[in-house]
C-alpha cells in the first residue's frame, strides 16, 4: 500500500502512523517501540512518572527498537516537574518532545539547543500563532 511521506523536522517514518497521546501508565516503553517497530512514530508519556521512571522507558524503548524507529516523549508544561523532564529527556537525545497544558518559550530554546524539536499540541489557531511566535518549529524550520 501506498502511503503519502510524513516529514517532520528529521523524522520521516516508513508509515505516516504517530502514536496518540495517551496519559498514565498507557504510554510506555513497549507500546512505543511496538509502534516505532511498525514503521510508525512512538511515544511515551512523562505523565504519572518519576523523572527516573521516564528515562528508564525511553531507554527500554531504545533498546526494543529493532530499525530505525522514532520515538519521542510527552511532557506536559503543567506538571511541576515539567522543566527537570524536558531536560532530561533532551539529554537522553530522544527524537522529539511534545507538549501540551500550556506553553513556555523556555522549551523551545531548550530543543533548539539541543537540536530537537518541541511540538506543541494546542486548543486553537490563536494558541498555535502565539506558540510559533515565541518560537515554536514551524514547517519552514
Do not use: C
Not at 509502534?35 to 522507558?57: K, P, Q, R
Not at 527524537?95 to 530537537?116: E, H, K, L, V
Request: net charge positive; no cysteine; glycine share 12%.
Amino acid at each position: 500500500m501506498n502511503f503519502p511521506q510524513l516529514k517532520m523536522a528529521h523524522i520521516m517514518p516508513k508509515v505516516p502512523i504517530f502514536q496518540g497521546g495517551m496519559g498514565v501508565g498507557i504510554l510506555l516503553s513497549k507500546l512505543a517501540s511496538a509502534v516505532a517497530n511498525a514503521g510508525g512514530v512512538g511515544i511515551i508519556s512523562g505523565t504519572g512518572m518519576t523523572t527516573n521512571e521516564m528515562l528508564d522507558h525511553i531507554r527500554q524503548a531504545k533498546n526494543l527498537i529493532q530499525d530505525a524507529g522514532y520515538i519521542g516523549v510527552n511532557v506536559l508544561f503543567a506538571m511541576n516537574d515539567f522543566e527537570e523532564k524536558m531536560k532530561a529527556a533532551l539529554e537522553e537525545k530522544v527524537d522529539f518532545i511534545i507538549s501540551g497544558a500550556g506553553i513556555s518559550r523556555d522549551m523551545y530554546t531548550w530543543g533548539r539547543q539541543a537540536g530537537i524539536p518541541v511540538i506543541s499540541m494546542v486548543s486553537s489557531a490563536k494558541l498555535a500563532r502565539i506558540s510559533e511566535r515565541i518560537g515554536a518549529p514551524n514547517s519552514s524550520g
